[in-house]
């Protein structure tokens, strides 16, 4: 009996170097993929995913704030991953990111290579696009999702065999919406592909890397996969992640607990008649205080919220104070900021890291 090889395990790159500008105040002092979703630096879900999908070795492309991955996650072993980190000293775009760290691969020419953006939160089945990739004999594989309104994407329509046809720029008018497939930010790679994209300069792998493939006859493959996908690249899209991994709409087996609405992590307190609803966090060393409300929110490390507060949809950076019978809907309040009590924070308001808002200072304000 001939007993066929073992499929070896593709290796992944994670680009994770960018300066998260659209989530500040959230990012000024934490890189974007460090923020804290359900309680652990997104990250880790990003990397216990791979890990369950049968990835290995990891290569991390960082840049902003790279010296605070490696202390936390250090060789990997207690997720059972390698990693390896690679920084850029100059920003080198998508593509330029992923030649960067090319010398770290171990893969053959024809192997296949994960790559994955670190601010999308996706349920995507990892294993099947690396099927599909290897059964289609693809040059690249894109994971595609549908979203219902396509304008703020770039389209990627597809012939009947999924095969890409084209990559088309943020439609202006009804008449260029041909499809409602988008690139969801996962890709597979054959390794020798990789070593086609320039060195040592920006590239995006999406302006400049896939339309030069598909202009040169390469073949790329789109792969549909419309499960939970969401980026997260605004505050407001941040915290709803978050909550939607403690609720089990979006998965990972790296929520630190059992699914449901709250997280609260060891070391928090919480007063007994506060109400902590719709998949809110409370961070370790946080506090809570008595007939306070919060739904949909998150509240990080040491972070306080006074008693009869009300937090909705929002953010609470760490070490920060929320105080007595505040309120605050789809807001984002930055590291060390007090908020003094009977203030009014809604509609994507923002408070900078260490701002004092004083008492009543603030009714209602409306995103700038």
């Given at each position: 009996m001939?007993?066929?090889?073992?499929?070896?395990?593709?290796?992944?790159?994670?680009?994770?170097g960018g300066k998260g500008t659209r989530l500040r105040p959230m990012t000024v002092h934490t890189p974007k993929p460090m923020v804290p979703a359900a309680g652990v630096p997104f990250l880790t879900h990003q990397l216990a995913r791979a890990r369950a999908a049968g990835v290995e070795h990891i290569v991390l492309a960082t840049s902003y704030l790279a010296e605070v991955f490696e202390?936390?996650?250090?060789?990997?072993?207690?997720?059972?991953?390698?990693?390896?980190?690679v920084t850029e000293e100059e920003p080198l775009g998508t593509g330029g990111a992923i030649r960067n760290v090319a010398s770290r691969l171990r893969s053959g020419p024809d192997d296949p290579v994960l790559i994955f953006n670190g601010d999308i939160l996706t349920g995507l089945d990892i294993r099947a696009l690396v099927d599909n990739h290897r059964t289609t004999g693809a040059d690249v594989s894109l994971h595609l999702t549908r979203v219902p309104d396509p304008r703020a994407y770039g389209l990627v329509p597809t012939d009947e065999q999924g095969r890409v046809t084209a990559?088309?720029?943020k439609p202006q008018t009804p008449e260029e919406i041909v499809t409602d497939q988008i690139n969801a930010g996962a890709y597979v790679f054959n390794r020798s592909v990789i070593d086609t994209i320039?060195?040592?300069?920006p590239v995006s792998v999406e302006r400049e890397t896939f339309p030069g493939l598909l202009a040169a006859g390469a073949h790329l493959q789109g792969m549909v996969d419309s499960t939970y996908w969401l980026d997260l690249g605004t505050p407001q899209a941040f915290v709803r992640g978050s909550a939607d991994l403690v609720l089990g709409r979006a998965p990972s087996p790296a929520v630190p607990g059992r699914c449901g609405d709250r997280l609260v992590l060891?070391?928090?307190s919480v007063a007994g008649d506060a109400k902590l609803t719709g998949g809110t966090v409370i961070g370790p060393q946080a506090r809570v205080g008595a007939g306070a409300r919060i739904d949909g929110s998150t509240?990080?490390?040491g972070a306080v919220v006074e008693e009869g507060a009300q937090v909705r949809d929002s953010l609470v950076g760490a070490g920060a104070r929320i105080g007595a019978r505040t309120v605050l809907q789809g807001?984002?309040?930055?590291?060390?900021a007090l908020v003094g009590p009977d203030n009014e924070l809604r509609d994507g308001v923002r408070v900078w890291c260490g701002a004092d808002i004083p008492a009543g200072a603030v009714r209602f304000s409306s995103d700038q």
């Open positions: 001939t007993i066929a090889p073992a499929t070896p395990s593709p290796e992944a790159i994670l680009l994770v202390p936390y996650f250090g060789d990997g072993s207690a997720l059972g991953l390698h990693l390896e980190y990559f088309l720029e320039p060195a040592g300069r060891d070391s928090a509240v990080l490390e807001a984002v309040v930055g590291d060390g």
